[in-house]
């Protein structure tokens, strides 16, 4: 989220703020007045515990300090940590799906063989990262215990499609799946299928073909005919026999792969008893975009992110070395939004260079301690720095390939941090402030600023309800000693809004933000006795003893 930070001096104090987003509706010229604010929600992990495996790093003196993971915003997946730590030694369950039908499934690595532009788009995006979010994995998991487990598929057969339609278990490890699970909405998830859905809450039917059988798009046939027509010098194949890079022998077209319509089976999710959980399509429905034909494509894979200003240009494949169609319009296939990653970065962005080590590896990988880099492995080498590496990270040779692997996979999410804030600023206009008397000392302060929406497709926030992007106004009154006067938008030590939701609010160690301006939405349960309560889930608690969601079957 887009932090925009503005001063303003006055009366011998500063008031400084940060303004995210307004929660005005699509194209409206209403405009909120509100306070403003700073901070980005900040995920505080639980530490790493395990006998096994346990590292450490030390300060410049040799003194031993302890370098289990660190709870800061960008994070590790800690629970996924502790399972590894404590399946030290032990073989992960065998697959429960077998080599030959998982060929039926190709992979985005498989697909990067000639698109290498567009996996290296898609190996950072949100749809890559569906499957490994441990956000996801947290509420989907609360999702199950609240609805013991009468939810069944619904999350994961829009976060793991493919792995749901093999019958992977989703309560099985992530470094258990099979890779075709773990990049979640993956190539095939789009291109394999033929069927035309909308509202299916994510309930669609990926073709199953190996490699070499046809997929779906919107270009045109012709081109990959012509490829297959000349195999030799491309130096492709369509078939398991012979020599040269496995293709597709052909493509089939399925319209609505550039429609609108198409994105409707996952952002727009119903939950039982008619509860909107995803409404996107319900506000784009309704939005100036959708009446002036503007698709959800235009704003999220074209060349401006967040605004229909067309496509950029570049060539759909590469095989044998020889571009294809190189003139061509480019979807971008970031798919351009707010989200960001906290996973470990040696295991996301996908990379195949990652691949080749084990996820439970990568969590034991101290990045951020500065493991494999030359600053850190020469002190290392000369004493002044002791570890007790765990066995698979011992060899700096092991620690130094790593690094260079982790510093591409950092470039990545740098670029994606930078169009995720490029995609926001684009969606919101900030006016102000506005003071609303002349300030003097010991009068009341009075000021507002114009917060609106000037993105025209869809509500600021947007997205899954039960997941939505936290925007909220954080605003400062700074003395000229620095000293802060006054504050909203403030956080707690776990990177909570000081709302009736923090725990250090709970516990009386904070006070609680009574002039909080947060546009999340939130949903409200009612109970048996007192009164309604805001809940971030849309799953029914207190009332029921036993809250039942029966979606229907996967197909």
């Not at 505080?44 to 915003?73: P, Y």
Request: with cysteine.
């Amino acid at each position: 989220m887009r932090t925009a930070m503005l001063s303003c001096a006055f009366a011998s104090a500063i008031l400084s703020h940060t303004v995210f987003l307004s929660h005005a509706v699509a194209g409206s010229d209403e405009a909120e007045k509100t306070h403003s604010a700073q901070a980005q929600p900040i995920l505080i992990l639980a530490e790493i515990t395990g006998a096994a495996g346990k590292t450490g790093t030390a300060s410049g003196d040799g003194q031993k300090v302890s370098a289990d993971a660190e709870a800061d915003g960008y994070g590790q997946m800690s629970a996924l940590a502790a399972a590894a730590k404590a399946e030290k030694g032990k073989e992960a369950p065998i697959p429960a799906v077998d080599n030959e039908t998982l060929s039926l499934y190709p992979t985005a690595a498989q697909c990067g063989e000639c698109h290498k532009q567009i996996y290296d788009e898609w190996s950072s995006s949100q749809h890559a990262y569906a499957s490994i979010s441990p956000m996801f994995h947290a509420f989907e998991q609360k999702f199950q215990e609240l609805t013991k487990g009468t939810v069944g598929t619904f999350c994961v057969r829009c976060h793991q499609q493919v792995g749901t339609q093999l019958g992977e278990n989703r309560e099985k490890p992530l470094w258990a799946m099979s890779q075709i699970s773990r990049e979640g909405v993956s190539c095939i998830t789009c291109h394999r299928v033929k069927e035309q859905y909308n509202k299916v809450n994510g309930e669609r039917r990926v073709e199953p073909g190996k490699i070499f059988d046809p997929v779906y798009g919107t270009g045109e046939k012709s081109v990959i005919k012509d490829i297959i027509a000349d195999k030799e010098t491309y130096s492709v194949k369509t078939s398991k026999d012979g020599r040269g890079l496995d293709i597709h022998n052909g493509m089939m077209t399925n319209p609505q792969l550039s429609k609108s319509e198409f994105c409707v089976s996952c952002h727009q999710v119903a939950v039982n008893l008619g509860i909107k959980l995803e409404i996107v399509w319900d506000q784009y429905r309704d939005s100036p975009a959708r009446k002036a034909g503007v698709s959800c494509q235009d704003c999220h894979m074209g060349k401006v992110p967040g605004k229909p200003e067309g496509y950029a240009t570049a060539p759909s494949a590469v095989v044998g070395g020889k571009e294809i169609n190189p003139g061509r319009k480019h979807a971008d296939h970031r798919f351009i939004g707010p989200g960001y990653s906290i996973a470990h970065p040696g295991i996301f962005p996908h990379n195949v260079k990652a691949q080749t080590i084990t996820m439970k590896d990568w969590l034991e990988f101290d990045w951020r301690a500065g493991w494999g880099t030359l600053e850190f492995e020469d002190k290392v080498a000369v004493g002044k720095v002791k570890v007790a590496f765990p066995k698979r990270w011992a060899d700096a040779l092991d620690r130094e390939d790593a690094r260079q692997i982790l510093d591409e996979n950092l470039a990545k999410l740098d670029v994606r941090d930078k169009i995720r804030k490029q995609v926001m600023e684009n969606g919101a206009q900030v006016d102000g402030p506005f003071i609303e008397s002349d300030p003097k000392v010991g009068n009341t302060l009075a000021f507002s600023y114009n917060i609106k929406n000037v993105n025209s497709g869809h509500n600021l926030p947007s997205g899954s309800l039960g997941a939505q992007p936290q925007l909220w106004v954080n605003v400062a009154l700074v003395d000229p000693e620095g000293k802060n006067v006054w504050e909203s938008g403030y956080v707690d030590n776990n990177g909570d809004l000081a709302d009736l939701h923090s725990l250090e609010v709970a516990a009386g160690r904070i006070k609680t933000d009574q002039q909080l301006v947060n546009f999340q939405t939130k949903f409200l349960t009612t109970n048996v006795k007192g009164t309604d309560r805001e809940m971030y889930l849309p799953v029914n608690f207190d009332i029921d003893p036993l809250p039942h969601l029966r979606p229907p079957q996967i197909p």
